[in-house]
């Protein structure tokens, strides 16, 4: 079995020391305010809270809990819950997580809140939804030992590259095999004498099991790009897939066990396990390969086009997709993932530990990351380091409106002095 990031680059790394020696080159300070300043000390000690949820945010989840549980001695929070939006929405509703975490907000594809119990008087307004993660879905193919050297050689230098139509028909089971004409003439630099070199291998699509907001990000940028096939997103899982898996890592396992394999995992997963990955047609006609520089493209693309119709929020999906973006440089499969939390917060000092997390997690101090206690490191300066782009300064600001949403006998939680 091939390592994977659940548990791997929250403990291991950050307990090793080596996130202290990846940080980028020119690293810059950041003002840390008032309240900033405040968020890693907690007065009054509680038990270890919960959270869990999107694997689509477990890199950047485990490493930004390992440095707050590192400097905030008091409130830890226990091992983020690896699984999928559906579980950390559904834990955010029903209480056995104090945070859940979800790619796609309460309200969008179903019905969320109240399900399975008798007070219809539950609704969003009861939660409070922060943006916390921003990232892109990695495209993973795994041809296996069966290519010719020549291909192999070639895509060394000329990685496979995939338009939108592709991806739809693909993922929709109508392009099967990876020697199809329509993938080979997206790819003239791998091949010879004017022949293909793409394998005559059948193409075995993966998917994650229903309720995963990796799966409903991509199938936005679906629907923007294949509305035959994919007229609505959703979180169900892709019908022609030969299996499914419960989260990111198990599906990044998948594509490397089977020869003509295809799916699809948060760029962090992608970068942990060396996955091979294709790069996209973007909607200015630009093959990009993922990264994090494509992703911010994707975020300030998108965001400028949202402050014009709207404004960003959690009810439309027009008002915070980011997806399909124009832009030579943008990498069109990329998105925000939230933290649920109950607005009303009957705890105080659970809530305290909520709010200043929350804000710890959604802000940069510019510090590099390590295993001692450093309060100029913020969760935003994992990002980079974990297959994310941070949060655009616009967002934190934003997040941290956001945040003071959070109550406790109808007054705001977070301050500078609490």
Sequence with gaps: MKKTLRGTVGTAMVAAGLLATMVPAGA???????????????????????????????????AAQQQWNTDVKKTPFNNYAVTKSGTGRAGAISGSYNIGFSDFPLNIAGADVGAGSSDTSE??????????????????????????GTLANLL???PLQLTGSELGQIFAGKITNWDDPAIAKSN???????KSL?????IVVESRTAG???????????????????????????????????????????VHATNGAIGYVEYGYAIENSSTTASVVNASGKAVSVSGAGIAQAATVGLAYITKHGGFNTTTLNNFSINNELGATVYPIAGFSYAIVKKNQTDLNNGIA??????????QGGGAPSSSASSKTFGQDFADLT???????????LARTLITGVQNGGKSILSATN
């Excluded at 939660?127 to 795994?142: D, E, K, R, S």
């Excluded at 793409?198 to 059948?202: C, G, Q, R, T």
């Excluded at 909520?354 to 802000?363: A, E, G, P, S």
């Excluded at 297959?387 to 600001?397: I, N, V, W």
Aim: positive net charge; proline residues 5%; aromatic residues 10%.
């Design 28 to 62: 810059v300070s950041f003002k840390i305010d008032s309240i900033m300043k405040n968020d890693l000390t907690i007065k009054a000690a509680t038990s270890g809270l919960n959270m869990g949820g999107s694997s689509f945010d477990g890199p950047l989840l485990q």
């Design 123 to 148: 609704t969003t307004a009861n939660y409070v939804q922060v943006p916390v993660a921003l990232g892109g879905v990695a495209i993973i193919y795994h041809f296996g030992s069966g290519i010719s």
């Design 156 to 158: 060394k230098k000329n």
């Design 188 to 194: 003239p630099a791998l091949s010879a004498n004017k």
């Design 198 to 202: 793409l394998p005559n291998l059948p």
């Design 212 to 254: 995963s907001g990796t799966t409903f990000m991509f199938q936005d940028y679906l629907s923007r790009v294949d509305k035959t096939d994919f007229a609505t997103p959703s979180a169900g899982a892709f019908a022609k897939a030969a299996t499914q898996s419960a989260n990111s890592a198990l599906l990044d396992s998948a």
């Design 354 to 363: 909520i709010v200043k997390f929350l804000d710890f997690l959604t802000h």
């Design 387 to 397: 297959g994310y782009a941070a949060l655009p300064a616009a967002m934190q600001t």
